[in-house]
């Protein structure tokens, strides 16, 4: 019997050690594994920290002598180190939508001619927040843990990138050449004398946005701030304003493609980025309802829309865990729509609701869950909401102020302009796939989680479509004819629910 149990001490020590070699075994040899890990942490962290530091201190520098270069650097600087997203195109989109929406209080705040260009000294700031969360991360983390995840979705939203900028280059030119393609619309006429009046403020002008939210016009006041310094004439005024609607219209339709190739079906299944890709193509740049906006001036439009579009993606990704970072997401596209056309917030109403109903089955106390996390959103919103011109100073320029609501509302609906949509004039595909694909999900397949929150994006879509062909209809029940706001929001209609 003593030879029995001398024979199984003998087994049980072989085995223990064997699982040690495993990094399974006993709670001591975790205990010595997780310290050893800990320790190898922190010194990778100190040989680290020398660069934070020295990324940062150059970031300063830059900003002062070159604003221009120290905007991009720090834009790379955040998209690699900010903790936005576990994936590269989850990080686009986050930093796209978060900086488009902040930029519309670059100019809530004095800014002395001296100081470097308001882009170049927040993405800088930004960077330095990125290094110092670095600094502070988790002993065990390196800059391979940092960085997103890289993968075929990343390359295809490059390689659309590159079409985006091949798509604008021709616009490339001097006074004469901008404004051969500017005067197409009247409305890039309008805009430039709000993106002046940021630019160079006149006490005689100051009602000049008389009203109209300003988020879109701070956007492009700040970027030919960096771009071009302060103003120097009309000439360069001109060609200035036009390459920074052109950045913010490229913006725009990177931010949807970034939600859109975020997508998991497209990281599981990359055989699908390319009809995917060549859909963007064509839903961005080749159909009339976005492709007419450099020449017509619709930035603002089309930024509300891409709001709407990006605030619509997020219930793809929305998971109890990422409660209130969806939410904040979901707050940061409403608070962009307040800055630029508040009439597309309806969009926005169905997401939360499609998520809840998406959660419900797999989760008994979602409901209570997603609404104690709901305030995240209302903060950027209430921010935008304050920034704005009041109402009343709208409604006195325009002259509606002493007439009846019905009043308003016809001379608001049936105004007519230039502007074009390519989903009437053929059927209209790409909105109502965005109803139509998301219902056959719905009918058939999995119900899994992720299934079902794809599935239930019909919701979003079919309101968005919804919302449009009723304006269209009291339009041509009152006119004959649709009109400018209602082919506007079909237009809006076509982006969001053609990217669901």
Partial sequence: MHADSRYGGQVAARLGAFL?????????????????????????????????????????????????????????????????????????????????????????????????????????????????????????????????????????????????????????????????????????????????????????????????????????????????????????????????????????????????????????????????????VTLYLQLEDASQVPFYGFGNFLEAAAFAGAGVLVAVRWTRREDAWRWFLLGCAAAGIVGTWPLLLVFLVPVPVAVWLARRPFEPKALRRMASRASVALVPVVLAAAAQPPVTQALTASGQSSVGPLAALDRFLLLDGAIGTSSLAWPVVFPLAGVVVPLGLTLYGRRSPARRRAALLWLPGAVALGAAFLMLGYEVARVGSPRYYGIKVLCAATLVAGSV
């Fill in 20 to 280: 040690r070699t495993l990094g399974c075994g006993p709670v001591g040899s975790r205990t010595v594994s997780v310290a050893r890990v800990e320790s190898a942490g922190r010194q990778r962290l100190t040989r680290a920290l020398p660069g934070l530091a020295a990324t940062g201190l150059a970031l300063a520098v830059l900003c002062l002598v070159a604003p221009l270069a120290a905007a991009l650097a720090s834009a790379v600087v955040v998209l690699f180190l900010a903790p936005l997203g576990s994936t590269f195109t989850g990080r686009v989109g986050a930093v796209l939508l978060i900086w488009m929406t902040a930029s519309q209080f670059a100019y809530m705040v004095p800014w002395a001619a001296s100081f470097p260009p308001r882009q170049a000294v927040a993405w800088t700031l930004a960077a330095m927040a990125a290094l110092a969360w670095c600094a502070r991360r988790g002993v065990a983390s390196g800059l391979r843990h940092v960085l997103g995840r890289l993968g075929l979705p990343a390359v295809s939203l490059l390689a659309f990138v590159a079409v985006v900028v091949w798509w604008f280059w021709p616009w490339r030119g001097d006074v004469t050449h901008v404004l051969d393609r500017m005067l197409l619309g009247w409305d890039n006429s309008g805009h430039f004398a709000m993106v002046e009046q940021l630019r160079t403020p006149q006490a005689a002008a100051a009602n000049s946005f008389a009203g109209y939210p300003r988020g879109y016009h701070s956007l492009v006041a700040s970027l030919m701030e960096l771009g071009s310094g302060r103003p120097a004439g009309l000439d360069s005024e001109i060609v200035a304003y036009a390459y920074a609607t052109l950045v913010v219209i490229g913006a725009c339709v990177v931010l949807l493609a970034a939600f859109v190739l975020d997508a998991p079906v497209l990281w599981r299944r990359p055989v699908l980025l390319v009809p995917a890709v060549a859909t963007l």
